[in-house]
Every structure is written in C-alpha cells, then in structure tokens.
C-alpha cells in the first residue's frame, strides 16, 4: 500500500512531462508550412523592463509607504495614551475614559488598516489587468503589422520544489522548451512599449 502512494505523484509527474511532449510535437507540425512565422515572447521579461510598470510599481510602494505611516502615526497615539492611563489612579473617571477612548482608537486602527490592505490590493489588481491588457495589445499590433501567424507565450519558471504537485504544476504551466534566439521578439515588445510610453509622458 505504501508503494501506491510512492508511485501516484511520479505517475503523475509522468504523465504531465508526456502532456507536455504531446503539445511540443503540434506546434512543428504547423510551423513546417511555408511561410509559416513563429515569436516568442517571455512575459516576465516585458514585465521586468516596461517602464510603465516601474512608475506604476513605485506608485503602489508610495501609496502603501502613506498607508504604514499613518497606521503607525494611530498607533503611537494609542501607546501615549495607554501609557498616560497607566499613571491614572484605577477606578478613577478620567482612567475610565481614557479606557473607553484606547477601545475606540484601537477599532478604528483595525478598520483602517482592513480598508488599507482592500486598496492596495483592489490598486495591484487593475495595475496588473491595465498592464498585462497592453503587453497583449502590443503582441497583437506587432503580430499583424510583421504577418506573424502564431506567437507563444514563454515561461521559465523556478522548478526548486518541496512539494511534487507544486513542481507538476510548474512544469505543466511551461509552454516552450526549447526556441532559437531568431523567433524571440521579447526586446521589440518592450521598445515598443517603452516608446509608446515615452510619448505619452511627453504628452502630460
């Protein structure tokens, strides 16, 4: 029975690595014809080098840089208070109240900083949707102007796993294992891009 366990996930395995060959051999089959014109495009590079998304990334680390200050700002008042109140004679009406406001202070801090983390993540999402919506933009605009027939998205992800269904799931996100530096039109997605960018600064 311990076997069965053992052999599942590398049968598993097995049959990702056999799906993946599978999907391999398709793409030559198409890309014989003639005049048949394939890119390759690695995302995360576009991501890394696209100056959008710096300026975009640094508004986000501003934004949340405001949010930390001011929770740390609430979060000082509230140990000057306690702090005072620990001074305050027990039982005494001015303890009390400042009792009674530490409670409110303390609510208020955790309602801030639950609207804080909602913004900045609802900000992440639409920064992303906004620039992975016109990496693809670009790809389509240089896939009609060049007469490219396909161009594959390419992953290299980090295959360093302790568990086995992480690195099957890796290994099955993987779409191109091998390509010639001649179909890779990475760096012209990103001028492209950086250009564009460029001109609508320019227009601010």
């Not at 992953?155 to 890779?184: A, C, M, N």
């Amino acid at each position: 029975m311990k076997s069965l366990f053992i052999r599942t996930p590398i049968m598993c395995l097995v049959f990702v690595l056999l799906a993946s060959v599978t999907t391999l051999n398709v793409i030559p089959v198409n890309a014989e014809a003639e005049g048949f014109k394939i890119g390759i495009v690695d995302i995360s590079g576009v991501f890394e080098k696209y100056e959008k998304r710096k300026d975009l990334d640094q508004g986000l680390k501003d934004l949340e840089k405001g949010f930390q200050d001011e929770i740390n700002t609430k979060r000082k008042e509230m140990i000057d208070l306690d702090e005072e109140t620990q001074l305050l004679d027990l039982g005494s009406e001015t303890r009390s109240k400042n009792e009674d406001m530490l409670e409110r202070k303390n609510v208020e801090l955790e309602g801030y900083a639950k609207f804080a983390e909602r913004q900045l993540l609802k900000r992440y999402k639409t920064f992303f949707e906004q620039i992975y919506s016109e990496v693809v933009k670009m790809v389509e605009e240089i896939g009609e102007e060049e007469s490219y027939d396909l161009i594959i998205k390419k992953e290299e992800p980090e295959l360093k796993s302790g568990q086995i269904s992480d690195l099957q799931f890796k290994i099955g996100i993987r779409t191109v294992l091998y390509h010639s530096k001649s179909v890779d039109i990475t760096a012209s997605i990103i001028e492209h891009l950086n250009s564009k960018y460029s001109k609508e600064k320019e227009k601010k």
